[in-house]
């Protein structure tokens, strides 16, 4: 009897584990009855019927990464190049996920494969390095369209590398290394030109200074003498003034008669000074009769 009860309490606890089923979270859990597809079990605690229910399959919920293997594309430019990527994927649908194919993993991967050999195959080596986030796009955007009946969804893809063969990156170089010296040359003939143009401008400018200095000057000095020529005009004319005011008052013609008999004789003086020949007037010695001529003409003046 007490043999009995252990076996039957077993019997009961081995039912029990059959019966109850905890599914964790983010998890679910495919359950066939008698061989058939029945219902998903969702995560927490969930009945089966023992001997009939089996869990056939168990699926986590989360996203998953999967490594695209490295695999040669051509260009169409007929350059292979090895592309390498990673895709993220999650499963959205257990029952399809377990039923749809026999390995969506696979499918997944090899889809992705095809497509990037594809879009690999619409663009130039060149174009291939740009267009990556394109690639991208459109590798998941082929997924999208046959993952749902898999039961799962492509997040999103990535190329992690492009690798071209050694010539061609040989090439690559050579190019990026020549690029960069016409730059350099461009910037060193941009930096010679622009100082051409400075020290053109710079003589412009001091040319140009240089002929406002002398035309100033030479304005400058024109009205000085100008200046200078109406001071001496005025005291020309002032001296005039005076001297024809001294000749109108009393005793001014005797003394302008002085005065010219004065500078008659200083005059005659200064020639016999100055040269071994000397010219005289026919009546030189008619000092009296010179001076009164003189006076004659300051009369009618």
């Known amino acids: 009897m007490d043999l009995f009860v252990i076996v039957l309490g077993i019997f009961a606890v081995f039912l029990a584990f059959q019966t109850i089923k905890i599914v964790p979270q983010q998890n679910a859990w495919v359950i066939e009855r008698f061989g058939k597809y029945n219902r998903t079990l969702e995560p927490g605690l969930n009945i089966v019927i023992p001997f009939m229910d089996r869990v056939a399959y168990r699926h986590r919920l989360t996203e998953f990464p999967i490594d695209i293997e490295p695999q040669v594309c051509i260009t169409r430019d007929n350059t292979q190049v090895q592309v390498d990527g990673v895709l993220y994927y999650q499963v959205t649908d257990a029952a399809r996920a377990s039923y749809g194919t026999s390995n969506y993993l696979a499918a ?37 369209e046959a993952s749902p009946t898999w039961g799962v969804k492509v997040l999103r893809y990535e190329i992690k590398d492009i690798t071209p063969p050694q010539q061609v990156l040989a090439a690559m170089q050579k190019q990026i290394t020549a690029e960069r010296e016409k730059r350099a040359l461009i910037a060193q003939s ?45 005291a020309t004319a002032e001296s005039l003034r005076v001297v024809a005011s001294a000749i109108q008052s009393e005793g001014g013609l005797t003394a302008v008669n002085l005065k010219v008999a004065e500078k008659f004789v200083e005059a005659f003086g200064n020639i016999a000074k100055q040269g071994n020949t000397m010219i005289l007037p026919g009546n030189a010695a008619d000092i009296a009769g010179m001076v009164a001529t003189a006076m004659q003409v300051i009369k009618k003046s």
């Open 108 to 144: 997944i991967t090899m889809l992705a494969q095809t497509a990037l050999r594809s879009e690999c195959g619409k663009r130039d080596l060149d174009k291939l390095l740009e267009d990556r986030e394109a690639i991208n796009r459109t590798v998941v955007f082929a997924l999208d």
């Open 190 to 234: 941009e930096g010679k030109k622009q100082e051409e143009i400075n020290l053109a401008e710079g003589l412009m400018t001091a040319s140009i200074r240089e002929s406002e200095g002398t035309r100033q000057a030479a304005i400058n000095n024109a009205q000085g003498e100008a200046e200078a020529l109406l001071l001496v005009a005025n």
